[in-house]
């Protein structure tokens, strides 16, 4: 979850949360450096203020959550944006959109016509987390195995 001090600063204030000593800017530094340290992790999300209100903002948090474990979500509506790549993969999309890099390397690995075998690498900034999954097709119902 995104500190108030960003984009909520009027609710940023030592009188609701004894546990705050920071400034304003401090705590947006140090929310940006734990973003930073935690991009590549395959179940990252960001928690922003653009909802109106605290509880919406917690609401979103629950929807992750349980997204990621696998529980029915709350609501089905998700953002998803159409980008298109010109020349050496400049990527065009409108001035609101924040636009992220990562980089990822993918290596397959032979192992029969109904398996799927591959290692994954994503990240950034020389932060970067490793996967194994290996997919296999038995009587049309897939079956995946990641580690």
Request: proline share 3%; aromatic share 12%; net charge negative.
């Amino acid at each position: 979850m995104v500190t108030c001090a960003d984009g909520a600063v009027e609710f940023y204030t030592g009188e609701n949360n004894e546990a705050r000593y920071e400034s304003v800017e401090e705590a947006i530094n140090l929310d940006r450096r734990l973003i930073n340290a935690w991009v590549g992790h395959p179940h990252f999300s960001i928690i922003s203020n653009q909802e109106a209100g605290f509880q919406k903002k917690v609401d979103k948090c629950v929807e992750t959550v349980c997204k990621y474990i696998g529980l029915p979500t709350p609501t089905n509506f998700y953002k998803k944006f159409l980008l298109s790549a010109h020349g050496n993969f400049e990527v065009v999309a409108p001035q609101s959109v924040k636009l992220e890099f990562f980089q990822i390397e993918e290596v397959f690995l032979v192992q029969g016509d109904t398996t799927e075998n591959f290692l994954r690498k994503a990240g950034k900034n020389d932060s970067f987390t490793y996967s194994h999954e290996i997919r296999s097709y038995t009587a049309g119902e897939r079956i995946e195995k990641r580690r």
